[in-house]
């Protein structure tokens, strides 16, 4: 029972690359969402996705893209890297129900360096 | 935008004392979550709270939900340098799972 897996764990970019994190999940949720963690600030949301063929943004999605073709994977893209997006990165899952969500599984994340 | 409080953001005490973090907000959740972050992984989930006024019990750990909604705490009896990490409160709004800082707590032998 892998859960949340995120790949790669670590990267390091120079300024203007792109890249995609990967992110996967083997528990059939429906709901999927990508966070950045930087020290002090808690978990800021980037994107989310109900469902397959769903996203929507959540409180800082400048920069990031994100897709989810499948239910499994939601991968989230960098389009032109800047030192500011140098973060730890979560991806997230969980199941829905009526007024409220259960527990979200996170994976392990990736740390990502912007040079 | 929903914003959670969360205090103290930093504590270090001796085993065997208690503890309280706390976890405000001016926003209504539907749920509460806790979760507790060691280094290099992400978060793992403690517990959910559904109902105001609601407390649930993990052992040494006692969770409460406020009445309104609004706010929760974590108290945690005769501390233990196993329950050193990252603590983090977590509110649900519509679509959308709002974090606190966090609490870097540190249990001295």
């Known amino acids: 029972n892998a859960g949340v897996t995120q790949t790669p764990k670590f990267q390091v970019l120079k300024t203007g690359q792109s890249m995609t994190l990967q992110c996967a999940q083997d528990m059939n949720h429906e709901y999927m969402s990508w966070y950045r963690q930087d020290p002090g600030m808690g978990l800021r949301l980037i994107h989310y996705s109900v469902g397959a063929g769903i996203t929507d943004q959540g409180e800082v999605p400048n920069g990031y893209n994100v897709s989810r073709s499948t239910t499994e994977d939601f991968p989230l893209r960098l389009l032109s890297a800047a030192p500011s997006q140098t973060s730890v990165y979560f991806c997230a899952s969980s199941r829905q129900g009526k007024s409220f969500y259960y527990g979200y599984t996170f994976g392990s994340g990736t740390r990502l360096t912007v040079v | 935008t929903q914003l959670l409080e969360q205090s103290p953001q930093f504590l270090s005490i001796q085993e065997g004392e208690n503890l309280t973090v706390y976890c405000n907000s001016s926003?209504?959740?539907?749920?509460l979550q806790w979760y507790r972050q060691e280094p290099g992984e992400g978060p793992v989930l403690l517990v959910t709270v559904v109902t105001g006024g609601e407390v649930k019990k993990l052992k040494r750990l006692t969770f409460q939900f406020g009445d309104a909604r609004k706010d929760s705490s974590l108290h945690i009896t005769a501390a233990q340098p196993g329950d050193t990490g990252l603590y983090l409160c977590a509110g649900q709004g519509a679509q959308k799972l709002v974090f606190g800082q966090g609490t870097r707590l540190t249990i001295n032998p």
């Open positions: 926003s209504v959740f539907s749920s």
